[in-house]
């Protein structure tokens, strides 16, 4: 599976790439997916993000950090180890996965997602002005046949390297870092569980199962 324009494919397959090419990902095809991050809605249409492409040899290295970091956080957390050669279970192959891209972030292009901070509003609700902006780019980016994994680098020890590195003011928050490259490999479908397992109609923990039946 390559490139779609079939808006529900397109959602159902646009699965977590980790693992990537050595060709570079073209302008066009970046600026598009910046494009489509645009037309999100955000609170108040403020549109108060700012995107940073990373992808200098100073950046990456910024970026390599942050994700040394992150990963160091994640492996107890997720009680996640490096796999043995033969190992070739599902986790074992995810687990391998992350670590290649861990391992590799340096050589990436990346995108750092920020948001401007106001202290009118939680930072949960500011969150949701910029995070249907990255939803819209890991879709564009699908349609492209672009793979890309959001990633948690701009948090933990990493936002702050990342802030310095960039430059970012202070009244602006790191909402989250996007790695982009074309898959080695293919895309999706998404393994999730189904809305109805997920949805409560007209009160909490009352089923919806009418709705979907
Ligand atoms: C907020 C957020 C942070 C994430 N951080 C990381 C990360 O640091 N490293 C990583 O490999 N994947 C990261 N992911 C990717 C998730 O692991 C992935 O989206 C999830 O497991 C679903 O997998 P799928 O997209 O292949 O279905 C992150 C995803 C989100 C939404």
Redesign the pocket.
Known sequence: MGRSDDLWDVMST?????RFTDEPVDDATLARCLDAATWAPSGANMQAWRFVVLRSSEMRAAVADA?AQ??AI?EPVYGMSRPDDEDDSRAAR?NR??YE??DRAGEFTSVLFTYQYFDSASELLQGGSVYPAMQNFLLAARAQGLGA?????A?YGGEALLREAVGVPDDFMLA??IVVGWPRGNF?P???KPARAKTFLDGWEHPADDLFD
């Open positions: 646009a699965r977590t790439v980790r994700a992150a990963l994640i995810s996965a992350t891209l861990h994994c959001m990633t948690s680098w948090s989250g870092h999706g998404v393994r999730r």
